[in-house]
Each structure stands twice: as structure tokens, then as C-alpha cells.
């Protein structure tokens, strides 16, 4: 495989930022390129090590390729995922946080919403990359943008009653179903869509169809993705 396959220009502009990490993606081919195993998202969620989550060269290309189309089509990626992703109709364009059932980070389930994530970083496939969309705004702290102590603990509980709870009914050893999900916020320079509140949650050999109760959509395959900025 060529190392910049498609045609893409590694010079071209680009509808995003790209970091030193996704440069050096870009320099690989797939066959090069080395999968987050769950060991290793272990390691650099526990590190905070989060800028070297990566995707996959060919799916960081597709990626760049659809925000693209999606931004000339919708106007901005925040304009997509409300209107085709979250269904929070805000007209005017507004703050999602002014829509707030209840001011506390998941204390109502309709200020959030569970959803897959269509462009997961590059993880072996045992792992299912999930994204908690909320309309409230999650405390940081100021200079990184890492979440708060405070914010953290409500992060973990959510995360317990939501994800492990429900393991723990399909898997009865309560360590077994913990070691199963892991979750991270990406620091604001980290976002690449920035006016959503979003958390990752990603777990591990976990049955679709539990996936699915939860986000209450199936896995889409990557021509469906795709075409999701076609006119």
C-alpha cells in the first residue's frame, strides 16, 4: 500500500488542525501502522497521555476527507452532529447548555445522548469506541482544559451506573466487567469538535447487541459513513 494512498495531498489544506501525531500517521501505510490494543489505551488513559491516540492512516485520510465535505455541506461539524447525529434542533443557533433539563452533567437523560462513534481512533477490534454527547457544559481546568476533580468523580459515576452496571449482569465477576470499560474527555486543544460536550467511553469484547441498547443505533459499515456527505 502507498504511504499516502487515495491520492491525498499531505500538502493540501486541511478542514482541521493536524498534530505532530497525525503527521507522523500520515508519513505510514496500514501495514505499518501499530493498533491501540486495550493494554496499551490502559496505559495512556491512566498517563493522560491522550495526544498519541491516533486512527489509522487510511481512516485519518477518510476522516479529513468527509469533515470536508461535511463543513461545504452543513456549514460546520457542530451543524452535522446536531441535525443528523443528536436531533437537538437549535433554532436560532443557540448554546445547547440553554436547553438543560437539569444544570448537573447527566442527571437527566434527556441533556444527553448515547451514541457510537463513527470515526474511532485505530483499536484493535475487540474494542467499540462509544461518545456520550451532553448538552451541558462539563467543568475544566483553566491552561490544559483537563477536567476538573470534581468533574472526573461525576464522569466515573455515570460511567459505573451506565456501562458497568450493565456488564456486570453479563459478565457476574464485577472486576471482569470494571476491566471492560475505560473513558476519557479529551483536553479542549484535543477536540476536534469543540462546542459539544462529549466524553469517550470505549469497551472491551462486549457484545453488539448491548452496544446497540445503548445507542440505540446499529454499527455502520464504512460506505455508510461515507456517504453521509453526499449531496
Known sequence: MP?????????AATPFSLTEV???????????FIYHDWDNLKTVIANNELAGLKRKPSD?????????????KYGSITNYINQERLHWQ???????????KNPVPFADSRDYKILRNDWPYGMTPDITHIVVWLKNRIPVKPGDGDVTDESRALIEKFVNETFVARLESVFPDGNDARDRVLWFKNWVSLQSV??????????????DEIVTEWTGEAAKTKEEIDKQCED
Not at 504511504?3 to 500538502?11: I, M
Not at 485519518?60 to 461545504?72: D, Q, V
Request: glycine share 4%; charged share 30%.
Open 194 to 207: 469543540r462546542s459539544l460536550e462529549h466524553i469517550h467511553v470505549l469497551v472491551r469484547d462486549v457484545p
Open 60 to 72: 485519518l485520510i477518510r476522516y479529513i476527507t468527509w469533515t470536508t465535505k461535511i463543513k461545504a
Open 3 to 11: 504511504a499516502v494512498p487515495n491520492g491525498f495531498d499531505k500538502n
Open 90 to 100: 437549535l433554532d436560532p443557533p443557540a448554546d445547547p447548555g440553554t436547553l438543560c
Open 22 to 32: 497525525d503527521r507522523q500517521v500520515l508519513a505510514q501505510t496500514d501495514d505499518e
